[in-house]
């Protein structure tokens, strides 16, 4: 395993792409327990940018995240399978998302602009490979709604029916634009706060590693695993086959049982 500091910047900074295991949980972090805590974090970092003129030496610690390199053609851009931290990554995601449209509506369009190359991978669009410009790709069951506000999709919303990804979205662009109203100062404070100030600890592990049985043996900030989660990693652990063949087991045999019903704890 490589450790390693990084931050926003330097994860999305380049052109990359994370890709969500279908054997992982979709995205569930909540207001109460994350997006508010995560919230008056940034607006805190904000504010130190924005009174006292600096940032902190020390980043704020966000927690790990546990990737693995994937094999790809010399043509595409580098993909590593998140084995633990997706909830972290497709919350940043989220946020600069929401950033970049209050910027753009405003018509602060330079920051808009760079704002976009944190999410989406520049000079991708016309590629051969589908999905190469998106930095981040989740599972199945929350790709369309992640696709929709990444892309600035219109309309997209109206039929967007499950998952939290949305909610999320419109949570922190409401918490910005009251933040910020119209002021520039304030919106790049955000930005750069979200880009730098929120360290992590990257772990890179080797590609003979199984993906599986650590993601088994680890837990997301403040949002434990439920037996639903751990039965369905465990079912595919014992598959034993190749990531195309599992990802089409998961959808043909597996992917109905993704509903509320089966997330309550009992």
Known sequence: MQPTNVNVSSLFGNKIQFRIPLFQRHYVW?????????????????????????????????????????P???????????????????????????????????EYN??????????????????????EHF???PTDFDKF????????????????????????????????????????????????????DFGLVQILIDSDDEPEMIFESLNGRGKSLLQFDLLRNNLFLRTRISEDDRDLLYRNYWSHFETDYWEREV
């Open 145 to 196: 709604s992640l696709k929709v506000i990444v892309e600035a999709s219109t309309g997209g919303s109206l039929i967007e029916k499950q998952g939290r990804i949305r909610q999320a979205f419109d949570y922190f662009k409401t918490k910005i634009e009251k933040y910020c109203s119209d002021d520039r100062s304030k919106l790049l404070a955000v930005f750069h706060s979200v880009l730098n």
């Open 30 to 70: 909540d207001m109460e327990d994350q997006w508010h805590p995560l919230w008056e974090d940034i607006e805190e970092k904000s504010n130190q940018r924005l009174i006292l003129h600096r940032r902190d030496k020390f980043s704020h610690f966000t927690g790990a995240i546990v990737i693995q390199q994937k």
């Open 72 to 106: 790809t053609n010399v043509d595409e851009v580098p993909k590593y399978e998140i084995i633990d931290g997706q909830q972290r990554l497709t919350s940043f995601q989220i946020i600069l998302c929401a950033l970049r449209d209050i910027c753009a509506s405003l």
């Open 135 to 137: 930095k981040l790709i």
């Open 110 to 131: 330079d920051i808009a602009n760079e704002v976009d190359g944190y999410v989406l991978n520049k000079g991708m669009l016309s590629s051969e490979y589908k999905d």
